[in-house]
């Protein structure tokens, strides 16, 4: 399970080096993606075809423009020898990195966001929202 918030910063050639903790079980090959929330998703193979294989099952018609927003801009990548991933110029643009960025796990991917985009996300968290969420959810 991926956990924690680290800081990095991308290179001139775009590549940020992932943290050593995230990257044994993200393994060799990875899927790099849109994420609804203007960052980008970083998947283990096999968590993307576990997240694939899920939207495959789903009627098509409420699936088709989720599909078209992930898979157009997904690719495989492999992490290099020193731990870094390149990241798209068009990944790039879409979440706005520039240089600070933060990279965060969600449980089953990882998350890179613009440093001061994810300042500001972090910072409007409801936390009266999540419980009601949690509450919700049967937690």
């Given at each position: 399970m991926f956990?924690?918030?680290?800081?990095h910063n991308l290179d001139s050639k775009k590549r940020v080096s992932l943290p050593a903790r995230l990257r044994e079980e993200l393994g060799e090959t990875v899927v790099m993606t849109k994420n609804?929330?203007?960052?980008?998703?970083l998947y283990p193979m096999?968590?993307?075809?576990?997240?694939?294989?899920?939207?495959e099952t789903l009627p098509q018609t409420e699936?088709?423009?989720i599909k078209r927003f992930l898979f157009?801009?997904?690719?495989?990548?492999?992490?290099?020898?020193?731990?870094?991933?390149?990241?798209?110029p068009t990944l790039?643009?879409?979440?706005?990195?520039?240089?600070?960025?933060?990279?965060?796990?969600?449980?089953?991917?990882?998350?890179?966001w613009d440093e001061e985009s994810w300042i500001s996300?972090?910072?409007?968290?409801?936390?009266?929202?999540?419980?009601d969420l949690l509450i919700?959810?049967?937690?």
């Open positions: 956990c924690g918030e680290y800081s609804v929330d203007k960052c980008i998703s096999d968590r993307w075809e576990d997240f694939t294989a899920k939207l699936t088709r423009m157009s801009a997904a690719f495989e990548t492999n992490v290099d020898g020193q731990g870094r991933v390149l990241i798209s790039c643009e879409y979440a706005g990195l520039t240089r600070a960025v933060k990279i965060i796990g969600v449980g089953d991917h990882i998350e890179i996300e972090s910072n409007s968290e409801n936390t009266a929202d999540i419980t919700k959810l049967g937690f």
